[in-house]
């Protein structure tokens, strides 16, 4: 079975600064890999998702996403955050064949300083 | 369309109430998706719909029904519930079960009083 450490709870970071969150996963061949966005008391949205090709994937609102095999990491980045970006971020590794049903992480909230 | 919408927003109710959830997309999606989140928690997984059976339960308790009446709709029933069933309970779908992206609807705040 799949799994996803997001090994930091809660960022925080000054408007404008860049910002990386990091993502660990376990499975046994290339999985799917997702990050999406919670803001409060709202429902998931995706940012971007990684199935296979290029292993630098954009995504919406300025995130891009490095897919290493070697480090069994998806990473996401921000060139410049916004206040705006404030929210949770959850990674999700999907199993390839079978039940591809996503395996959430933990989430990282991230706290942007004006 | 390309949003997944569910009704209502929030809902109170009582340990003896029912009360159903109601999630509907009209993006032709065959798959829809039941998850129960708690605060600062991850969503997990509750029920797994594809092609309108249910296909994946996640050992829900009973005092969780889920119905699918057609692709485009998902109910979820509530009857005698818990206060610890108190949550955001939020709906997806995806184009199939299989290898494709899911997208969510806002959620349900659930409070049981």
């Known amino acids: 079975a799949q799994s996803v450490t997001q090994p930091d709870i809660h960022i925080t970071v000054s408007e404008g600064a860049s910002l990386e969150l990091r993502c660990n996963y376990s499975y046994g061949a290339t999985p799917y890999l997702f990050w999406y966005v919670q803001s409060p008391g709202q429902g998931l949205q995706l940012l971007l998702k990684?199935?296979?090709?290029?292993?630098l994937v954009q995504g919406i609102k300025g995130f891009e996403a490095e897919f290493k095999r070697s480090q069994s990491s998806f990473n996401l980045r921000k060139p410049s955050v916004h206040w705006s970006d404030a929210a949770e971020y959850f990674c999700?590794?999907?199993?390839?064949?079978?039940?591809?049903?996503?395996?959430f992480g933990r989430g990282t909230s991230l706290i942007v300083h004006p | 369309d390309t949003e997944v919408t569910q009704t209502p927003k929030h809902l109170v109710m009582g340990m003896t109430n029912k009360k159903s959830l109601k999630c509907e997309q009209h993006?032709?999606?065959?798959?829809m998706y039941w998850y129960k989140q708690k605060a600062k928690k991850p969503p997990e997984l509750m029920f797994v719909y594809s092609y309108e059976k249910l296909s994946i339960n996640e050992s829900v308790p009973s005092r969780f029904s889920p119905e699918c009446p057609n692709s485009s709709l998902l109910n979820l029933h509530l009857h005698a519930l818990q206060p610890e069933d108190s949550a955001l309970y939020l709906c997806?779908?995806?184009?199939?079960?299989?290898?494709?992206?899911?997208?969510f609807g806002p959620g349900t705040r659930l409070l049981v009083l």
């Open positions: 990684y199935f296979s090709g290029d292993t």
């Open positions: 993006m032709g999606h065959r798959a």
């Open positions: 999700a590794v999907g199993a390839r064949g079978g039940s591809y049903i996503p395996t």
């Open positions: 997806a779908s995806s184009p199939d079960r299989v290898e494709e992206t899911q997208y």
